[in-house]
């Protein structure tokens, strides 16, 4: 009976942690990078996969050894600052980037296609009015996520790619990317999955307890397990989206990111595939964001232990969200890229070491993540002159110079301590 419930438990926080992770991100970038891939389908994917789906299940593990606070791993750097890191990931992931950005793509994909005239100002207000009466009521979500919504959208999703797969609109084109793998990788940050991963723990610990759950390793244990339930699913997904992608380079112009998975839609299904499409990224993107403002809010409530700030913070990060979201899907998407290439390589470096690491010591964290910050601002900040001052390091061309120097102050910090 034990092990039934256990099972049951697993799918449903398994559904609820695959909804929060797949948004807007994790529904436009498969099939643009597919279309520039073309023929190196399965390199590209693969990339993708690391930073898409490896990252996520290590960085919530990391976060489940923590007992679902990231916090607990941070502060092995000081106190200090982990504040502003956490601070900093949270407005990332909350307010300022991942948030705005999934009610500016439900409105360009969801909305714009039938309604052109409508002011997306309209729209976007409307969503996050919506978002915010959920968020308010928390604790029926991970529930209402995955027993209906997940459920709903994976059927939406699976339908447009096992028609596309069956069909196909075209011949699968040349690539026409270079450096296919290492960019595909990079190209797997925008999901944002891995930085929500380290702030969604919280949530899914919660549930897990709230379910009778508490001893340590049994929580861990379901975790894991749920994780693999949420992987499995967005590989499907990103492997089937990306490989409708590679049959759309045939077809001259620029577009959207956005316009080019209606434009898949609407040629595999016919007319009824942008209505499908609209209400997967509709249903996609508003799990994400009602998980993300409900971690912005609690993150903010516990940062000042005021659990009476919930529905403030709650309330902020909507309103700014709504701003933020104005902007459009390919202004949103500008501003991330170098907020997500400083912030990874950090979050990488936490996650591998606190998983690796049995009993660490301050210093294992502190001159690898110092060392990785220094290198990852210098070159985002010479990027920005136009250069890269930074482009004689290892691996700098691919996106990962900070990688030898964050492995050698790993390596220095060990022979310290062996000291």
């Known amino acids: 009976m034990k092990e039934k419930r256990e099972t049951k438990d697993i799918w449903i926080i398994g559904f609820a942690l695959l909804a929060m992770f797949f948004g807007s991100g994790n529904l436009i970038f498969p099939s643009y990078l597919g279309r520039m891939i073309g023929t190196d389908y399965w390199q590209g994917l693969i990339g993708f996969m690391i930073t898409g789906i490896g990252l996520p ?28 890191l956490m601070t900093v990931l949270i407005l990332s992931l909350g307010p300022f980037l991942a948030i705005p950005r999934t009610a500016a793509t439900t409105y360009e994909i969801g909305i714009r296609p039938f309604l052109p005239n409508l002011n997306s100002l309209i729209v976007i207000i409307i969503y996050f009015a919506v978002n915010l009466a959920l968020v308010l009521r928390p604790s029926a979500i991970v529930d209402l996520i995955g027993r209906f919504l997940t459920p709903v959208l994976l059927v939406i999703l699976l339908i447009l790619i096992i028609k596309g797969i069956l069909v196909p609109i075209g011949r699968i084109t040349n690539n026409r ?3 296919v ?42 975790t894991l397990k749920s994780s693999l339930v949420a992987v499995i699913g967005l590989g499907i997904i990103y492997g089937g989206l990306m490989y409708l ?29 942008s209505v499908l499409l609209a209400i997967a990224v509709t249903i996609a993107c508003l799990t994400t964001s009602i998980g993300l403002t409900m971690t ?14 919930y ?3 709650a309330t902020v990060t909507c309103l ?23 912030l990874y390589p950090l979050i990488i470096v936490f996650v591998i070491i606190s998983l690796i690491e049995k009993s660490p010591r301050p210093i294992f964290y502190r001159l690898p ?5 220094i290198v990852v601002l210098l070159e985002e900040g010479s990027k920005l002159m136009g250069n890269n001052i930074l482009g004689f390091l290892l691996f700098s061309n691919f996106g990962f110079g900070w990688l030898i120097p964050a492995v050698a102050a790993y390596i220095i910090a060990k022979l310290i301590r062996g000291k």
């Open 57 to 84: 299940l290590l960085s919530i593990m990391a976060t489940a050894k923590a007992e679902g606070e990231f916090s607990h791993i941070t502060h092995q750097v000081g106190k200090f600052f982990s504040v502003i």
């Open 296 to 309: 912005t809010a609690t993150y903010f409530s516990d940062l000042f232990n005021n659990k009476k700030l």
């Open 311 to 313: 529905p403030i913070a």
């Open 369 to 373: 993540v110092y060392v990785t910050l």
């Open 320 to 342: 700014i969200s709504i701003f933020i979201a104005s902007m459009g899907v390919d202004r949103i998407i500008g501003i991330t890229g170098p907020a997500l290439n400083i």
């Open 245 to 273: 992608g590679t049959h759309t380079g045939h077809i001259a112009g620029d577009m959207e990111k956005t316009q080019l998975i209606t434009m898949l839609a609407t040629r595999i299904l016919g007319s009824w595939g």
């Open 177 to 179: 990317m270079p450096r």
């Open 181 to 222: 793998f290492t960019t595909a990788m990079i190209e797997g940050y925008q999901t944002m999955d891995a930085l929500g991963a380290v702030c969604f723990g919280n949530i899914i610990v919660s549930s897990i307890r709230t379910r009778g759950y508490e001893n340590r390793d049994e929580i861990i244990g379901v």
